[in-house]
């Protein structure tokens, strides 16, 4: 099967403008998460949908970034204006969703787009 | 709050020593489970090894394994036999609860370079 595919794998912009990344999910995988790892930082979670459904959004910085997963398919993140700040590599994971699926389902990840905000 | 903490930025090991990455966790939840993953410089993200809470043996993968002491809230990865190929970074990872449909919560990594 198709792994997690991301696009663009890199994306140099200038701070205040806009870049929209995208995430494709294995076939089958309603659950979608969203990470972004600043350098020498953590993976830091940034937000959770269950097919269309955002479940969590709990760790979006800010109002500049918007994600979207219209019809549970692939998932886009928008970040408008992008800031110095936003620079880091944004991972895509999926998973499936079973109705008791088991703690121990791995997620599975894309190998991440790196923006880069001059 | 789960959070994850790995201490130690960077490991060095010579070829075909054994090397542990050091991983501690904190938790309020008696249920969750640890993970993990390999990152190469290609950037994919590999998973490794799982570890669940209730479990009674440290989980083995080949040449990974994982050395959980509960009392002490720590999940060291145990690589054996170092390869040139195991040259990457390494992250722990938990997931509180008793379902697989919540996010994972990673450490910072731990960057690990095999010496020939």
């Known amino acids: 099967e198709a792994g997690v595919t991301q696009f663009p794998s890199h994306s140099v912009i200038e701070k205040g403008q806009t870049v929209t990344l995208r995430c494709d999910p294995i076939?089958?995988?309603?659950?979608l998460y969203w990470y972004r790892r600043v350098m020498g930082k953590e993976i830091k979670f940034l937000l959770h949908f269950v097919k269309e459904s955002k479940q969590d959004e709990s760790g979006m910085p800010n109002n500049r970034f918007l994600a979207e997963r219209t019809g549970g398919t692939y998932s886009t993140l928008k970040v408008q204006p992008a800031e110095l700040e936003d620079s880091g590599v944004y991972f895509c994971?999926?998973?499936?969703?079973?109705?008791?699926?088991?703690?121990?389902?791995?997620?599975?990840f894309g190998n991440g787009t790196r923006l880069t905000v001059t | 709050a789960q959070k994850i903490t790995q201490t130690q930025p960077g490991m060095f090991v010579q070829e075909k020593e054994a090397v542990t990455l050091d991983c501690t966790y904190d938790t309020s939840d008696p249920s969750y489970g640890l993970f993990w993953y390999k990152q190469p410089s290609s950037g994919e993200m590999i998973f490794l090894i799982y570890q669940g809470s209730y479990d009674q043996q440290n989980a083995t993968e080949g040449r990974y394994s994982l050395n959980f002491q509960k009392a002490r809230k720590s999940a060291n990865l145990v690589i054996s036999a170092s390869q040139l190929g195991d040259s990457a970074m390494y992250f722990c990872?938990?997931?509180?609860?008793?379902?697989?449909?919540?996010?994972?919560?990673f450490g910072k990594g731990t960057r690990l370079s095999v010496i020939a």
């Open positions: 076939s089958g995988h309603d659950n």
């Open positions: 994971a999926s998973s499936p969703t079973l109705p008791e699926a088991p703690v121990n389902s791995p997620l599975h």
């Open positions: 990872a938990m997931r509180e609860g008793l379902t697989g449909n919540t996010p994972l919560v």
